[in-house]
């Protein structure tokens, strides 16, 4: 077993190579080509975190991934970051530990980001210029940059519950801080990475034609959106079974707001593109699936 | 991040006291005093294998547990041992990785094999003095010789599909190979840990008063006693979600022989020890629970 550090993993890491191999897998899931295990959840209330375990083979790789991922939210009050955890490559050959990439969270912040930027290209319209950024934490940040870059949005809204860090995020993304009901207002994208437990955006602050990526709810109780934009709305899911067991489309069904049929994985939006009207809302919910691990694991692994 | 290997892992174990917190781990899994995520579960066919992960964290504990192991059966054929993984032991604090014991597969291997002893104690009957082992790889040996220790059984059988293995492994644990009916008619416990997919005992096999210690099926698709067996027996889980989901008590379950509800969770049984009739049969059906590893985990973390 390799124990790989992060300055190795961050210097391995080809953005586009990877960011083509998280496309890909998504594809290959929705087609039925991976084995996924249900995503292991474990919380702990004091301090307040959660741990995330992921795993999954995609079908004629050599390796597999196991990837664990730690958020406490509390950490950077006491000096340490939110986020940590590890991927571990596997051979499906022998089972042995190849390598234990160390990323300290970083990986699954990365394949997280590409996952938004990926959903975001999909459903947005044509000559979006702005992104709303919903939240100020590492994702806000990521989602921010990645986003704007892959889908060349030159003007950037942030809106943040701390007024100072929405304004240093904004400086730092080369936009402007806003209210919430203004960032909706006036963005083509308009990306949600908090960890609320109840909804932030409802549905009288979004407009006809909003394409809305939403990134925070990624364990069961995490809420960003009003079940009820999600009604008005066709929605993309990363997961079909996680997005009804722990994302924004859980609460739409189980409230029977949106049919669970209507659901569209995102692996099959991207092998079949739809051409969305102009007012059409359209949300995609992003759970994080595990051969997003196993794509980003294995193009690290790859090059190391 | 401390990456710990097997040697130092090896020389850190207390086997009386890993025993023992095993056994505590139990007892409050059935309380209800823990979180376990469900199984992950892949399978491999070409060659054939499987990775279970596991995860685990008990109220009030320090550190939680991820397990991963994973069993290629045919790799001792290239030189390679068949068990493989690690297991990390992370912060309920920060949830940081503290540690990262790479046991090869050592530790669930041991903590295996602890269950085992644990169960056969719960449910032998007083004045038992043969144990019959069925099979001959790791868990065979090591089952073989700890419950035998544990009870202090004077006399081992041994059958395994291979003679010669069988021969061997009798040899080691001071026993004599035999055949299966053989081997059920003179133990007062059996313990069996083929990765058989359909039952080597049949009911036939077994008489009044047997008691018996099943290791094999951990997965989907494993089976190693005739669920009619079951029907005629008590049954003790050591998860009931599991047991049914994966284990012995699954077949017999969704066959309609034996309802679940008259499943009892060996932590139950530890807590308020049953005196069974001479005559009644006791199945034992272990998956392995994530609270086992935590338990030896933490047992080892705690003296490095």
Redesign the interface.
């Known amino acids: ?1 390799r ?1 790989v550090g992060l300055a190795e993993i961050r210097a391995a890491l080809d953005e586009a190579a990877a960011l083509a191999a998280v496309e890909e897998a998504f594809r290959r899931y929705s087609a039925g080509g991976a ?1 996924v ?2 995503v ?5 209330s004091d ?1 307040p ?1 959660d ?1 995330h ?1 992921k ?3 995609v079908q004629g790789d050599d390796v ?1 991934v ?1 990837k ?1 991922a ?3 939210y509390k ?1 950077p009050e ?1 000096g ?1 970051p939110a ?4 991927m ?1 490559v ?1 051979s ?6 190849l390598a ?1 990439l ?1 990323d300290e969270g970083y990986l699954t912040d990365q394949r997280t980001a590409m996952a938004g930027a990926i959903a975001a290209r999909a459903i947005a319209r044509a000559g979006s210029r702005t992104l709303g950024v919903v939240g100020t934490g590492v994702q806000a940040r990521l989602q921010g940059k990645l986003i704007a870059r892959h889908l060349r949005l030159d003007r950037v809204l942030v809106w943040g519950r701390h007024g100072g860090r929405a304004g240093t995020l904004a400086g730092e993304l080369g936009g402007q801080a806003t209210t919430l009901q203004d960032l909706c207002a006036r963005s083509d994208v308009i990306v949600t990475t908090t960890p609320a437990t109840e909804p932030r955006l409802t549905t009288d602050m979004i407009q006809a034609g909003a394409r809305i990526v939403a990134i925070g709810a990624d364990s069961p109780g995490k809420q960003e959106l009003d079940a009820r934009i999600l009604e008005r709305a066709f929605v993309v899911v990363d997961s079909r079974s996680q997005c009804i067991d722990h994302g924004e489309a859980g609460w739409a069904v189980r409230a029977g707001l949106v049919d669970e049929a209507d659901l569209v994985e995102l692996g099959a939006l991207l092998v079949s593109p739809m051409s969305f009207r102009d007012d059409e809302i359209v949300v995609a919910d992003l759970t994080g699936v595990a051969v997003q691990d196993v794509a980003i694991a294995r193009s690290v692994w790859s090059r190391l």
Chains 1, 2 share one sequence.
């Open positions: 077993m124990v084995q295990t249900p292991g959840h474990l919380g702990f301090p975190g741990c375990v795993s999954a083979a597999f196991i664990v730690t958020g406490f950490n006491r340490l986020s940590n955890g590890f571990a596997m499906t050959r022998t089972g042995e530990v234990l160390y």
